[in-house]
């Protein structure tokens, strides 16, 4: 075997002799330049960079052993202004400078953290102010986060008025949207709570979502019991804790639970903002139509005692119909837009309506909006009366009976008609917003159910 | 020193272990054009480091340090080199193989089913020439490991050499 080997061996040493002859090591080696100019460059770079920093190295040195330099002070002949001339006598102010020295000590660690809790007056501690609830504003919080605040709330509950501390729990948790439902079990012989089971119920959030029927069964004997949640500034359940010696549950929201929460209640907060300003809108729109409207119906007064202070006459009547000061078109229409954006009272449409609008919820944005309107239709109805019956006097004078009549029968006729009819016309008018708004407040419905129940 | 003076100093020190560099990379590498192209970088790395050499005697654990580098960047590099073409691998030509190339390439295929120590301290002794001292110094190790490294390499080449050897001798 190994004469194999060593033959074989032998064989690998000779066909590699001759396989690349030294002279090409040689040519390589004769071929390699001297060295290039940037390892020259790189190498007085160098040398210089270190002499340089050494120069200023001992430069330093040498200024730290001298004395240091004296300030140099240098009178300037600046003239004298007014100002400083009358206040010459002024004493002037000297300050001796002293030398630092290095005194080596390290500089104190500022603790920034305030820990004075905000205390919250409950109802339960002005009723009674034994209740040991307590309620402070923390701004740091174990999962929660950092720069989160919230509000938190505690209360102790000991055996001996058990009962009576958890009415009180009860009733300041509900004031925060948690209602709590506690059961007593069992009772020992000196009457001291063993065992209870309790629930809670949220209306407000709790995780992004709402805590329903989140139980708890406490059993065995304790002395005290200590109740803690905490609730966030958008009044949000955030923490619930229940102790005691025997017992401990904990319910908190993490970190991203909140983020996402809070993104989507910010999402429905923008969206019930825009809704909300373009309510606004709708309302400002309609109480500018409703302030036109009035401006109309002054002017039409104001034209109204002019006519019966200077008396009627035929050049009158014609710059009053010619020019349009009373247009009565204008005044309705205003009303009219004023009427459709705004929502409408049940009360106010006709028995008819009220059928077809049987179990209806409707808002009403402005109650004295909507009594204001109602004065309005009643002003403007009077004083079309009034016109009318201005116009029928007037034309009973003798001199323009004739002329007058044509006018005044066709006016007064008109007037009367289109009364009739436009009070049609705003009852179909707000029959059909009512339709629309009950299809929109179906839909709201709809759209808050569906979300509740993706929630 | 002077440019010139370095190069023959270098030539001067290189020229007894050119021909076991050269064995030494051809044997590891088994191909004899890589084998070449590590010299020459071997060469020149060796030359550009001159400098950093302390003593004349230790020049070949120097050279044999540069060309272990230099195989052992090149084998990590092989690892994540290109694709199979099979393309070129069909426009590949068979060198021609006598009788004792096939015996020598089958010594290579067996030095690599070795592990590297013993691989390299059996190519360093029985292919470069070497002596066991002078392998101690290379691979950094005492005289009796690579004894051991030796003995233990010609064991195990003859057991995977065994029946294809004898093929190739009758």
């Known amino acids: 075997m190994n004469k194999d080997l060593n033959h074989l061996f032998e064989q690998a040493r000779k066909s590699m002799e001759s396989e690349m002859p030294l002279e090409e090591v040689q040519k390589l080696i004769h071929g390699q330049a001297s060295p290039s100019l940037w390892t020259n460059q790189k190498i007085w770079i160098m040398s210089t960079s270190i002499i340089g920093i050494l120069t200023i190295g001992i430069l330093c040195w040498f200024n730290s052993n001298n004395t240091p330099t004296a300030i140099a002070t240098t009178e300037t002949s600046n003239e004298s202004s007014l100002l400083v001339q009358q206040n010459k006598n002024t004493i002037q102010h000297s300050f001796a400078l002293q030398e630092a020295t290095a005194d080596h000590i390290p500089l104190p660690i500022l603790n920034l953290e305030t820990k004075t809790p905000i205390p919250v007056t409950l109802a339960a501690l002005e009723t009674n102010p034994e209740a040991n609830f307590i309620a402070k504003k923390a701004?740091?919080?174990?999962?929660?986060?950092?720069?989160?605040?919230?509000?938190?709330?505690?209360?102790?509950?000991?055996k001996e008025n058990s009962e009576q501390e958890i009415k009180k729990l009860k009733s300041e948790l509900a004031n925060y949207g948690i209602h709590m439902d506690v059961k007593i079990l069992t009772y020992d012989t000196n009457n001291k709570i063993k065992r209870f089971k309790g629930k809670f119920k949220t209306d407000s959030l709790f995780c992004g979502s709402t805590m329903n029927d989140y139980e708890f069964d406490i059993s065995g004997a304790f002395k005290s019991m200590e109740f803690i949640f905490r609730v966030a500034d958008d009044k949000n359940l955030k923490y619930?804790?229940?102790?005691?010696?025997?017992?401990?549950?904990?319910?908190?929201c993490y970190d991203d639970e909140v983020i996402s929460s809070s993104q989507e209640a910010r999402k429905i907060s923008r969206l019930m903002q825009e809704e909300m300003a373009n309510t606004q809108r709708e309302m400002a729109n309609a109480q500018q139509q409703m302030a036109n409207a009035q401006q109309e119906i002054a002017k039409a007064q104001e034209e109204m005692a002019l006519l019966r202070k200077e008396g009627y006459t035929k050049d009158k009547i014609k710059r009053f119909e010619v020019h349009g000061l009373v247009n009565w078109d204008k005044i309705e229409d205003d009303i009219e837009k004023a009427m459709e954006n705004i929502e409408i009272e049940l009360d106010d449409v006709n028995e008819d309506l009220m059928k077809t609008l049987d179990n209806l919820e409707v808002i009403i944005l402005d109650k004295n909006f909507k009594e204001d309107m109602k004065v309005l239709q009643k002003d403007l109805a009077k004083m079309r009366l009034d016109i009318e019956r201005e116009v029928i006097d007037q034309i009973k004078e003798p001199r323009l009976k004739e002329k007058a009549s044509k006018i005044t029968i066709h006016r007064s006729s008109d007037t009367r008609e289109r009364t009739v009819e436009e009070l049609k016309e705003e009852a179909t008018a707000m029959e059909e917003a009512a339709k629309e708004l009950r299809r929109s407040a179906k839909e709201k419905r709809k759209r808050a159910k569906q979300k509740a129940k993706n929630k | 020193m002077n440019h010139k003076q370095k190069q023959q100093y270098f030539l001067r020190l290189y020229e007894p272990n050119h021909s076991k560099l050269l064995r030494y990379c051809e044997s590891i590498l088994g191909d004899p054009v890589n084998a070449q192209d590590l010299v020459s970088e071997t060469v020149l790395v060796a030359y550009e480091q001159l400098d950093k050499l302390k003593k004349e005697a230790s020049f070949n654990y120097f050279l044999f340090g540069i060309a272990r580098n230099l195989i052992r960047r090149l084998q990590r590099r092989k690892k994540f080199w290109?694709?199979?073409?099979?393309?070129?691998?069909?426009n590949i030509v068979a060198p021609t193989s006598t009788a004792l190339n096939d015996d020598v390439q089958l010594l290579y295929q067996a030095l690599d089913q070795l592990p590297p120590a013993q691989k390299e301290a059996?190519?360093?002794?029985?292919?470069?020439?070497?002596?066991?001292?002078?392998?101690?110094?290379?691979?950094?190790?005492?005289?009796?490991?690579?004894?051991?490294r030796l003995a233990r390499g010609r064991q195990k080449l003859g057991k995977i050499l065994s029946p294809k050897t004898t093929l190739a001798y009758e």
């Open chain 1, 240 to 252: 619930l804790k229940i102790q005691s010696e025997n017992f401990e549950e904990t319910i908190e």
């Open chain 2, 122 to 148: 059996l190519i360093l002794f029985e292919i470069s020439g070497y002596s066991i001292k002078e392998i101690a110094g290379i691979q950094n190790s005492s005289i009796s490991s690579i004894k051991a």
């Open chain 2, 82 to 90: 290109g694709l199979f073409n099979t393309e070129q691998a069909e």
């Open chain 1, 139 to 158: 701004t740091k919080l174990d999962s929660l986060g950092p720069k989160k605040n919230f509000t938190e709330y505690k209360l102790e509950i000991k």
